[in-house]
């Protein structure tokens, strides 16, 4: 039988793995993958990323700027690479606008997700 993982027996419970968790993140990682690095089982993650608690929440948010921080470097190197005559990267900016601009335009006619 399975032993049951409680947000409290987590690994995310460590502060040492909370940390290099964000680490992988950091290094453009997806979550799952840093979950599954460190043995954080899909409820764990779920519950932290949800979870008032204090810990949690400063966890969630550091996530969420690592993430960000992340895409934004990322696009960076897209947009350096574009103006540098990449016709494959100014393609894929183009391609990225549209499908923002298709979603602002569902979201603001409210046809998002569950309407």
């Known amino acids: 039988m399975a032993k049951t993982t409680t947000p409290a027996t987590s690994p995310l419970a460590s502060p040492k793995t909370r940390a290099a968790f964000l680490k992988v993140i950091r290094g453009g990682n997806r979550r799952q993958c840093a979950a599954d690095m460190f043995g954080v089982t899909p409820s764990a993650l779920a519950w932290y990323l949800a979870s008032p608690a204090p810990v949690a929440a400063a966890f969630k948010a550091a996530m969420v700027k690592a993430e960000a921080e992340v895409e934004a470097e990322m696009i960076g190197c897209v ?11 100014a393609r894929w900016l183009e391609d990225r606008k549209a499908v923002q601009r298709v979603t602002e335009a569902i979201l603001r006619a409210g046809l998002g997700a569950g309407k």
């Open 79 to 89: 947009v350096r690479a574009a103006k540098k005559g990449d016709a494959a990267a």
